[in-house]
């Protein structure tokens, strides 16, 4: 038997679950969550999803660190910011918008986030744990 799945009642559902479980760890970690969003270009579909992603951090009580930076930036001050990001006591998780200007190695970049940052569960390390069938950071598809 079918069932129909409300998908707008779920999302709220699991809005509140987090602005409660939020609201309970801030007192021990003396701060909300933060997470870090690099997006580089003008993309349109991927503004809008970065937008989409800073709401949804501002509906939950989390900190959103946005910054968007021209498509012909270079490798090095993306990695470079990155680096500063994987030591931001202040950010939890970290996500780089794909897809990526052509003159920029995704795969490259990705490998520069911290695993335990990577939010989008696309290092290296954090795909193995996937593909082993271990506990870890999970990209959003295989999650759901």
């Known amino acids: 038997m079918a069932q129909i799945l409300d998908g707008k009642a779920l999302a709220s559902k699991i809005q509140a679950e987090l602005r409660d479980r939020i609201q309970s760890l ?11 969003v690099l997006m580089v270009g003008d993309n349109p579909a991927s503004a809008a999803y970065v937008r989409n992603k800073e709401r949804a951090c501002a509906a939950i009580g989390m900190t959103s660190f946005g910054q968007h930076l021209p ?3 270079a490798f090095e001050t993306l990695a470079g910011i990155i680096q500063d990001l994987n030591q931001d006591n202040r950010i939890d998780g ?7 200007p052509g003159n920029l190695d995704a ?18 390390v954090n795909l193995g744990h996937l593909l082993r069938g271990e506990a870890g950071l999970r990209s959003c598809t295989p999650a759901g």
Request: hydrophobic share 40%.
């Open 94 to 100: 970290i996500l780089v918008q794909l897809p990526l």
């Open 71 to 73: 498509a012909d930036s």
């Open 107 to 124: 795969v490259a970049l990705l490998q520069q986030i911290s695993p335990e940052k990577d939010a989008d569960g696309l290092h290296p």
């Open 26 to 36: 801030q007192p021990r970690i003396g701060r909300p969550p933060g997470l870090a």
